[in-house]
C-alpha cells in the first residue's frame, strides 16, 4: 500500500543539466499534479493530468515538461535546470472529479529536494 | 478568482494551550475546504474537510467549520501538544469547474514544551 512515490529524495544538479523526476501512484487515481513548494509561498502548481495521455499546464509551467505515458507514472523534466528551480517538488494524485470522490482531496508524495547551483 | 488566505505565522504556543489558525477564501459556487498538515521533511496529509456550509470536520482532536456566510474555515485545537509542531495549510477545491486544489501558503506552528 504505497500510495504515491517519487524518486529521487534529493538531487543536486548544476546550472543546465537536466533531470527527470518520477512520481508512481498505485492507487489508480486518473488525476496527478506536480506543484512546487517555496518558502512563504505555498504549493504552486506546476504541471497537471486528467488521464493517461493528457497534461495541461498550471501556475508555473515555464521551464518544466511532464508526461504520462501510463496511468500510474507522472514525469517531471527540467531540460536545462537553473538556480530558480531549487526547491522541493510535490506530486499528488487524486480521483476524478466527482461527487462520490470530490471530498477526498488528494494524496501526496514525500517529495524531492532539487538544489541547482 | 479562487484564493485562499491564511494567518501568517509562525504560530508559537506553549504545550496545552489553545491553537487558532485563521483561514478565509474567495470562490464562486460552493467549494469543498480542507486542512493538510506537513511535518518536517515529509509530504502533505489530509487532516480534516468539509464539504457544504455548517459542516464540521475533525480529526485528531483538531476542528474546522464551514463557514459560508463569513467565507472562513478556521482551524482549531483544544490543547496543543509537541507532536503537533508542522507547517498547515488550507485548501479549497471547487466542485464543478476546476480539478485542482488552492492552497493558502501555509501556517507554521511551533509547540515548546
Known amino acids: 500500500n504505497a500510495g504515491v512515490t517519487q524518486t529521487p529524495k534529493f538531487r543536486v544538479l548544476k546550472t543546465g543539466q537536466s533531470m527527470t523526476l518520477l512520481c508512481a501512484q498505485d492507487?489508480?487515481?486518473?488525476?496527478m499534479y506536480w506543484y512546487r513548494q517555496d518558502p512563504g509561498m505555498g504549493l504552486r502548481l506546476i504541471h497537471y493530468?486528467?488521464?493517461?495521455?493528457?497534461?495541461a499546464k498550471g501556475e508555473v509551467p515555464d521551464g518544466y515538461n511532464v508526461s504520462r505515458l501510463k496511468k500510474q507514472n507522472f514525469l517531471l523534466g527540467l531540460e536545462s535546470a537553473a538556480p530558480s528551480q531549487t526547491s522541493v517538488y510535490f506530486c499528488?494524485?487524486?480521483?476524478?472529479?466527482?461527487?462520490?470522490?470530490?471530498?477526498?482531496?488528494?494524496?501526496f508524495g514525500s517529495g524531492t529536494r532539487l538544489t541547482v547551483v | 478568482g479562487n484564493s485562499v488566505t491564511q494567518m501568517e505565522g509562525p504560530v508559537t504556543l506553549s504545550e496545552e494551550a489553545f491553537l487558532t489558525i485563521n483561514c478565509t477564501y474567495t470562490a464562486t459556487g460552493y467549494p469543498s475546504l480542507f486542512w493538510y498538515v506537513q511535518y518536517p521533511g515529509e509530504g502533505l496529509q489530509l487532516l480534516l474537510k468539509a464539504t457544504k456550509a455548517d459542516d464540521k470536520g475533525s480529526n485528531k482532536g483538531f476542528e474546522a467549520t464551514y463557514r459560508k456566510e463569513t467565507t472562513s474555515f478556521h482551524l482549531e485545537k483544544g490543547s496543543v501538544q509537541v507532536s503537533d509542531s508542522a507547517v498547515y495549510f488550507c485548501a479549497l477545491r471547487r466542485f464543478y469547474s476546476s480539478y485542482k486544489l488552492i492552497f493558502g501558503s501555509g501556517t507554521r506552528l511551533l509547540v515548546r514544551p
Open positions: 499528488a494524485s487524486s480521483y476524478a472529479l466527482s461527487r462520490q470522490y470530490n471530498y477526498y482531496g488528494y494524496t
Open positions: 492507487m489508480n487515481h486518473e488525476y
Open positions: 493530468s486528467v488521464g493517461e495521455g493528457t497534461t
